[in-house]
């Protein structure tokens, strides 16, 4: 974000406008929103992430999947069931909000490399439609169960390709060390793809593969499929999924590549490599249903002037709601929502209030020099991987979660309290 210029509308979504300095959602002035709902708040625009499943289904006669570790709640879930779209749970929690939103379980992949029998237990008892096979311990788990059961059940296995991408680049690693997954190299996948084929309580539908997040160089889905091939002629699975990971614009200069090009990428890779129409591809983006569609809203404490060292813009949240510039190291940028024109002339380190000097949200931010104690501050971008992954560090309440559309603004989830800091306490 260069100085003197607006927040890029490239990471905001498609209902945010700015008029005369003040910045609106669907209409609805986001001061007014934080004002009735409190700070920090996460403000999702639901109408953005309709929007956004219903290009990646345009995309390709291909399924979709939300990977629904980037964000779930259930009014996301009602809103993905209503899509049509079907859902990857990576945990017995997962599911379980899922299902209790009504989604229909038929449409459900359960992930995971480290299921439970009790969770295995739970989601053959409520028809999960796909679990992803990750272990031989896992294929005798959920064969077991299924037998109790009298349920044969689908299932892909997942492979480790040996192709690991992340952002700008892959790297062929032919790797054995993943936690996840059967490796292509050993022969590993081979075997399990033997095992489940022949089981009787299992129903082998297809072949999965995830090669990793933020991936902005496409080249990098034609190598999963370069690797999956030989598997695929082999086995004719009826379904093969090839992940999610579609890189997200985060500050701006990043440009997502899109779903049409994902998609006329890895139908490109299919064909080159001979795999036909006949077997079905899914995939399953996280990131790229949600990270655009939400802001978070935070309110500025204590601003510290450090002379000829730094400028620290305290707000009243941090790792707590956003732990991915901690884990990751992640960038984002950040704007005034009710003087969204004003000049941009400081630079200044964005901290939270927890006990931590590496509580940083962004290290080199650039707002106006009129910034003050009490005003409203905004990050884009937050929808992914940021209230899913929120802790009650320091015993900081996390943050509500509100939808806002066409038909207005309404609660998510509520905003914890400090009674709420006890309440699984004996
Ligand atoms: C198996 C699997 N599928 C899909 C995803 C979604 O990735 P993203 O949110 O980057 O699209 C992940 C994320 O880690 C994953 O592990």
Same mark, same amino acid.
């Given at each position: 974000?260069?100085?003197?210029?607006?927040?890029? +509308?490239?990471?905001?979504?498609?209902?945010?406008?700015?008029?005369?300095?003040?910045?609106?959602?669907?209409?609805?002035?986001?001061?007014?929103?934080?004002?009735?709902?409190?700070?920090?708040?996460?403000?999702?625009?639901?109408?953005?992430?309709? @929007?956004?499943?219903?290009?990646?289904?345009?995309?390709?006669?291909?399924?979709? &999947?939300?990977?629904?570790?980037?964000?779930?709640?259930?009014?996301?879930?009602?809103?993905?069931?209503?899509?049509?779209?079907?859902?990857?749970?990576?945990? /017995? #929690?997962?599911?379980?909000?899922?299902?209790?939103?009504?989604?229909?379980?038929?449409?459900?992949?359960?992930?995971?490399?480290?299921?439970?029998?009790?969770?295995?237990?739970? #989601?053959?008892?409520?028809?999960?439609?796909?679990?992803?096979?990750?272990?031989?311990?896992?294929?005798?788990?959920?064969?077991?169960? @299924?037998?109790?059961?009298?349920?044969?059940?689908?299932?892909?296995?997942?492979?480790?390709?040996?192709?690991?991408?992340?952002?700008?680049?892959?790297?062929?690693?032919?790797?054995?060390?993943?936690?996840?997954?059967?490796?292509?190299?050993?022969? @590993?996948?081979?075997?399990?793809?033997?095992?489940?084929?022949?089981?009787?309580?299992?129903?082998?539908?297809?072949?999965?593969?995830?090669?990793?997040?933020?991936?902005?160089?496409?080249?990098?889905?034609?190598?999963?499929?370069?690797?999956? &091939?030989?598997?695929?002629? &082999?086995?004719? +699975?009826?379904?093969?999924?090839?992940? /999610?990971?579609?890189?997200? *614009?985060?500050?701006?200069?990043?440009?997502?590549?899109?779903?049409? *090009?994902?998609?006329?990428?890895?139908?490109?890779?299919?064909?080159?490599? /001979?795999?036909?129409?006949?077997?079905?591809?899914?995939?399953? +983006?996280?990131?790229?249903?949600?990270?655009?569609?939400?802001?978070?809203?935070?309110?500025?404490?204590?601003?510290?002037?450090?002379?000829?060292?730094?400028?620290?813009?305290?707000?009243?949240?941090?790792?707590?709601?956003?732990?991915?510039?901690?884990?990751?190291?992640?960038?984002?940028?950040?704007?005034?929502?009710?003087?969204?024109?004003?000049?941009?002339?400081?630079?200044?380190?964005?901290?939270?209030?927890?006990?931590?000097?590496?509580?940083?949200?962004?290290?080199?931010?650039?707002?106006?020099?009129?910034?003050?104690?009490?005003?409203?501050?905004?990050?884009?971008?937050?929808? @992914?991987?940021?209230?899913?992954? &929120?802790?009650?560090?320091?015993?900081?309440?996390? +943050?509500?979660?509100?939808?806002?559309?066409?038909?207005?603004?309404?609660? *998510?989830?509520?905003?914890?309290?400090?009674?709420?800091?006890?309440?699984?306490?004996?």
């Amino acid at each position: 974000m260069g100085a003197g210029t607006r927040v890029s +509308p490239t990471l905001l979504s498609r209902g945010v406008s700015i008029r005369e300095g003040r910045t609106y959602i669907h209409g609805i002035a986001v001061a007014d929103l934080a004002e009735e709902f409190g700070t920090p708040v996460f403000i999702y625009d639901a109408a953005h992430i309709r @929007a956004e499943v219903e290009a990646a289904k345009e995309a390709a006669d291909w399924q979709v &999947a939300y990977a629904s570790k980037a964000f779930l709640c259930r009014e996301l879930a009602r809103i993905m069931d209503e899509l049509g779209v079907h859902m990857d749970v990576a945990s /017995g #929690g997962e599911l379980y909000v899922a299902l209790s939103a009504g989604f229909d379980p038929s449409r459900i992949v359960f992930h995971g490399n480290n299921k439970s029998v009790a969770e295995i237990e739970f #989601g053959v008892a409520k028809g999960v439609g796909l679990f992803v096979l990750d272990s031989v311990a896992e294929i005798s788990r959920l064969e077991k169960v @299924a037998e109790t059961a009298g349920r044969r059940q689908p299932v892909l296995v997942r492979v480790t390709p040996g192709v690991e991408a992340h952002t700008h680049e892959y790297v062929m690693t032919g790797q054995e060390d993943s936690k996840f997954g059967f490796s292509l190299a050993s022969g @590993a996948a081979e075997a399990a793809l033997g095992m489940v084929k022949s089981s009787r309580w299992l129903d082998f539908v297809g072949i999965h593969a995830h090669i990793g997040s933020q991936i902005f160089l496409l080249d990098s889905y034609t190598k999963e499929v370069d690797a999956l &091939a030989t598997l695929v002629e &082999a086995h004719s +699975p009826r379904l093969l999924n090839l992940g /999610g990971g579609l890189g997200v *614009a985060y500050v701006s200069g990043e440009e997502t590549p899109g779903f049409d *090009a994902w998609a006329s990428q890895l139908y490109a890779a299919l064909a080159r490599n /001979g795999i036909g129409r006949d077997i079905r591809v899914m995939v399953e +983006p996280g990131r790229s249903f949600v990270a655009q569609a939400a802001m978070t809203v935070y309110r500025v404490g204590t601003v510290k002037r450090l002379e000829g060292l730094r400028t620290y813009v305290s707000v009243d949240g941090g790792m707590s709601d956003n732990p991915r510039p901690v884990l990751y190291g992640s960038g984002y940028e950040a704007f005034l929502p009710e003087a969204a024109d004003a000049e941009r002339d400081q630079v200044a380190t964005i901290v939270g209030k927890h006990c931590e000097s590496g509580d940083i949200l962004i290290r080199d931010a650039i707002l106006p020099a009129s910034l003050e104690e009490g005003d409203l501050l905004a990050t884009p971008v937050t929808g @992914a991987y940021g209230y899913s992954m &929120a802790s009650n560090y320091n015993r900081v309440p996390r +943050p509500p979660v509100i939808f806002v559309d066409e038909s207005g603004a309404r609660l *998510a989830i509520r905003g914890e309290n400090f009674e709420d800091m006890v309440r699984l306490e004996a």
